[in-house]
Nanobody
Framework: QVQLVESGGGLVQPGGSLRLSCGAS????????MGWYRQTPQKARDLVAS????????NYADSVKGRFTISRDNPTNTVYLQMNSLKPEDTAVYYC??????????????WGEGTLVTVSS
């Protein structure tokens, strides 16, 4: 069984910064692409950023380019999202996603439970 656990959400003022973390644990064989998505009550769950297995390729939503940075630490199966210059429109529940192969299953998408980020003065 695989679990993704996020941390680092909270309340921050506009212009502030937060760092989200997500650790994968369980019967992990290998981890492919990891990413962060976000969702609000008014919108569908959208990709914020993703990073390839080796960390060399990243992809960002246009709305966060230049402000957010995704990174990963493979020895600890952890992905991070550094969020700077936060705006009220960044307010959402942020979900960690990882494509993981276990000892008994091929690559599948796994999700964390989400962490709330609120940007407000």
């Amino acid at each position: 069984q695989v679990q993704l656990v996020e941390s680092g959400g909270g309340l921050v003022q506009p212009g502030g910064s937060l760092r989200l973390s997500c650790g994968a644990s369980g019967s992990i064989g290998s981890i492919g692409t990891m990413g962060w998505y976000r969702q609000t009550p008014q919108k569908a769950r959208d990709l914020v950023a993703s990073i390839s297995s080796g960390g060399l390729t990243t992809n960002y939503a246009d709305s966060v380019k230049g402000r957010f940075t995704i990174s990963r630490d493979n020895p600890t199966n952890t992905v991070y999202l550094q969020m700077n210059s936060l705006k009220p429109e960044d307010t959402a529940v942020y979900y960690c996603n990882a494509r993981i192969a276990t000892m008994t299953r091929p690559y599948m998408d796994y999700w964390g439970e989400g962490t709330l980020v609120t940007v407000s003065s």
